[in-house]
Structures are given as C-alpha cells and as structure tokens.
C-alpha cells in the first residue's frame, strides 16, 4: 500500500538556521503530495502541496519539490523563526472524484526553533 | 466565516464504553473525513462520508462507524472502547466528495480510555 516515511525529530535549530526534513512516498502512480503544520493544541494546518512531478509548493518561505524520480517532497526553509515550532506531516492523496480519498500521513517531525 | 468545529474538545471514558464525537464542516464544505491521530503518530484515515453516505474506509474495525446529517455534519461512533482509541481524533471536511480540493481539519477531539 501507500506510505510515506519522514525523517524522526525533533530537529532542533536556532533562530535563522536552514531548515530540511526529508519526505520520501511509496506508491503506485503518482499522487499529489502535501506538507502539513500541526502547532501546539491545534489542528493540521496545509502548508503547500504539488500535484505533479517538478512542481514546486511554496508559503511563508517554506518550499518543496515533487521529485518523480527520487519519490520524495523534502520541505525546505532558509531562514526559522521561533514561531516556526511546530511538528510537520508529509502527506499524499489519490484524486479519486466521487470515490472518496484519503490522505496518507507520514508520522511527524518536530521542529523546535531556539531563540 | 467559522472552520471546522469539533466537539467534545477532551473526553474521557473507561474501557467497553461508547463514543461519539461530532463535527461541523466550513461553511460550503459538503463532504467530511475522520482521522485518528496516536500520540507521536501520523493521522490515520478512519473513513470518508460525501451525500450521506461512507464513500472510503480505511484499515478500522467496524467497532468505528459514523454518519453524515443532511447539514453535512458529521459524528463518529465508537463501540466497545480499547486503551489502544486513545488518541487525537480530527475532522477534515472539503468540497465535493473529492480530496482535490484542500482538506480543512478541525483541531481535534482528545479521547482518553481509562
């Protein structure tokens, strides 16, 4: 079946360092694929996606690169900030229309960004 | 323009009880998605429910099961309670029985099984 595997936190960083955390996806076809930001006591917020391979999602200065050949969708920023801490997912989703879909989650990577 | 709500915000219940959380989509969202997330876990797809009806299911036993209300809205029913459904239980809801729009997750019902 579909999985996507992240890299285990936490990361921990200090303000203005370069941020990387690996996604890399098994799956059969080519989905789209998503980041998502978990904040503390608060729902999965998306943070960008890329529905194609070369595509690239960006927000708030983080980006992300769908790599076909290397399945995977590593997320990068050049500069945290402490607001910045958070634990950040790394998902994929069949487009079936009228079928019902379902996102599939790697497990987490908590980022903690030091003053 | 409210998002997603969800309700209770924190339960606790002891083992062989039953559950059931509800949740409301954003405004215009028609179709809603159930996760459970375990503590230090990913979110796990529980199922899917578009036009009243469960359109995908993911691996839970039917001790989970749900609904969807002509308003759209949404409850998860839990039977039989194990310490293992102990966990963070987030609704999602979007548009058209599809997740190509952009899912919007409500922040959580926290179950605890004593």
């Known amino acids: 079946g579909d999985s996507v595997t992240q890299m285990e936190g936490p990361v921990t960083l200090s303000e203005e360092a370069f941020l990387t955390i690996n996604c890399t996806y098994t799956?059969?076809?080519?989905?789209?694929l998503f980041w998502y930001v978990q904040y503390p006591g608060e729902g999965l917020q998306l943070l960008l996606k890329?529905?194609?391979?070369?595509d690239k999602g960006s927000n708030k200065g983080f980006e992300a690169t769908y790599r076909k050949e290397t399945t995977s969708f590593h997320l990068e920023k050049g500069s945290v900030q402490v607001s910045d801490s958070a634990v950040y997912f790394c998902a994929l989703i069949f487009v079936i229309k009228a079928a019902g879909n379902k996102l599939t989650f790697g497990g987490g990577t908590r980022v903690l960004v030091k003053p | 323009d409210a998002g997603v709500t969800q309700s209770p915000t924190h339960l606790i219940k002891t083992r062989g009880q039953q559950v059931t959380l509800r949740c409301s989509p954003k405004?215009?969202?028609?179709?809603v998605s159930w996760y459970q997330q375990a503590l230090g876990q990913g979110p796990q797809f529980i199922f899917q429910y578009y036009e009243e009806e469960e359109r995908q299911r993911g691996n839970f036993p039917d001790r989970f099961s749900g609904h969807q209300f002509p308003n759209y809205s949404s409850e998860l029913n839990v039977n039989a309670l194990l310490l293992g459904d102990s966990a963070l239980y987030l609704c999602?809801?979007?548009?058209?029985?599809?997740?190509?729009?952009?899912?919007?997750f409500g922040a959580g019902s926290r179950l605890t099984v004593l």
């Open positions: 405004s215009g969202h028609d179709t």
């Open positions: 890329a529905t194609k391979a070369d």
């Open positions: 799956a059969t076809g080519y989905p789209s």
């Open positions: 999602a809801s979007s548009v058209g029985g599809s997740g190509a729009n952009v899912l919007t």
